[in-house]
């Protein structure tokens, strides 16, 4: 426990109160309810949750608030999803991997490709800008290496970088100046400056993992990031400084991504490949992008 939680938590015996238990894990679905491509966790402005790989695999599922789960898309054929991103306007981005595709969804589940691309490896993971410009991991898990794309608001296709670890999680912070993409099987967590018509420059290291794996990642309102430890059992908080600041032990081993959402949007939701299902835990500060569609 940081400092900061043992002060509230002194302070809340001696007065009496009782105050939220923070970072611990329980089931928000049953095991099973996913299968093990269980990924891509966002949601909407109501509270819903989706996921991929409900119930069975080129599916798109969605769970309400209270925890009841449902098929929302069943996949095109020949398309797989994998992240899941929001706009401000309620559309849902889906990474396709076997189709090399960004798919774009409605809140009715009408699925059309947004951006396409033959010489993406498989667009795995996905973050977004608050004016809409989306980045794509990419990556080869075969020959150890990956790829960075940046999709613009009209679906066209940028190659930002080529020649990377196993390009995985990516997501932008919270000011939107900055760029995170960490590489799986290397165990690097990058950072790039990043301006406001998606460019990136001064990439640099910002924690290099010992072991385990890495996943997806969510940033929240205050700029820490959130990082998934495949293998690993864990949730790491980590600072905008690159300081490690938090370890969330989860019931499942193998976290494959994190949102964040409920009433306050201080609710994170994990996917679980090896429990097949969401498991969940409370923050202190709000999910960026939940902040930013919310405002």
Same mark, same amino acid.
């Given at each position: 426990?940081?400092?900061?939680?043992?002060?509230?938590?002194?302070?809340?015996?001696?007065?009496?109160?009782?105050?939220?238990?923070?970072?611990?894990?329980?089931?928000?679905?049953?095991?099973?309810?996913?299968?093990?491509?269980?990924?891509?966790?966002?949601?909407?402005?109501?509270?819903?949750?989706?996921?991929?790989?409900?119930?069975?695999?080129?599916?798109?599922?969605?769970?309400?608030?209270?925890?009841?789960?449902?098929? @929302?898309?069943?996949?095109?054929?020949?398309?797989?999803?994998?992240?899941?991103?929001?706009?401000?306007?309620?559309?849902?981005?889906?990474?396709?991997?076997?189709?090399?595709?960004?798919?774009?969804?409605?809140?009715?589940?009408?699925?059309?490709?947004?951006?396409?691309?033959?010489?993406?490896?498989?667009?795995?993971?996905?973050?977004?800008?608050?004016?809409?410009?989306? @980045?794509?991991?990419?990556?080869?898990?075969?020959?150890?290496?990956?790829?960075?794309?940046?999709?613009?608001?009209?679906?066209?296709?940028?190659?930002?970088?080529?020649?990377?670890?196993?390009?995985?999680?990516?997501?932008?912070?919270?000011?939107?100046?900055?760029?995170?993409?960490?590489?799986?099987?290397?165990?690097?967590?990058?950072?790039?400056?990043?301006?406001?018509?998606?460019?990136?420059?001064?990439?640099?290291?910002?924690?290099?993992?010992?072991?385990?794996?890495?996943?997806?990642?969510?940033?929240?309102?205050?700029?820490?990031?959130?990082?998934?430890?495949?293998?690993?059992?864990?949730?790491?908080?980590?600072?905008?400084?690159?300081?490690?600041?938090?370890?969330?032990?989860?019931?499942?081993?193998?976290?494959?991504?994190?949102?964040?959402?409920?009433?306050?949007?201080?609710?994170?939701?994990?996917?679980?490949?090896?429990?097949?299902?969401?498991?969940?835990?409370?923050?202190?500060?709000?999910?960026?992008?939940?902040?930013?569609?919310?405002?």
């Amino acid at each position: 426990m940081n400092k900061n939680l043992c002060v509230l938590t002194l302070a809340a015996a001696l007065c009496g109160c009782q105050t939220e238990q923070l970072y611990k894990s329980s089931d928000f679905t049953k095991p099973g309810t996913f299968t093990a491509e269980a990924e891509g966790p966002a949601v909407d402005k109501a509270g819903n949750l989706y996921a991929v790989s409900y119930d069975y695999k080129e599916t798109i599922g969605k769970v309400t608030p209270d925890g009841q789960g449902s098929i @929302f898309i069943k996949m095109p054929k020949g398309s797989t999803a994998n992240g899941i991103r929001f706009n401000k306007k309620e559309e849902m981005f889906i990474a396709d991997y076997t189709g090399h595709n960004v798919l774009k969804a409605d809140l009715q589940g009408k699925v059309s490709v947004f951006a396409h691309n033959a010489k993406m490896n498989q667009p795995n993971d996905l973050a977004i800008m608050n004016n809409g410009i989306l @980045f794509a991991s990419d990556p080869n898990w075969k020959e150890g290496t990956g790829n960075l794309w940046r999709i613009s608001k009209d679906g066209k296709t940028t190659l930002l970088e080529s020649g990377m670890g196993t390009t995985n999680g990516v997501e932008v912070s919270s000011d939107q100046k900055k760029l995170y993409v960490n590489e799986s099987k290397q165990l690097n967590l990058w950072v790039y400056d990043l301006d406001s018509a998606g460019n990136l420059s001064n990439k640099k290291l910002l924690y290099k993992f010992k072991d385990g794996g890495l996943d997806g990642m969510r940033c929240d309102a205050a700029g820490n990031l959130y990082v998934t430890r495949w293998g690993s059992g864990v949730v790491v908080k980590i600072s905008p400084e690159g300081k490690l600041l938090e370890t969330i032990k989860l019931q499942g081993m193998k976290p494959t991504n994190i949102a964040f959402g409920g009433e306050d949007g201080k609710t994170a939701y994990v996917t679980l490949a090896d429990r097949g299902n969401v498991e969940t835990f409370r923050v202190e500060t709000p999910g960026r992008s939940w902040t930013e569609r919310k405002n």
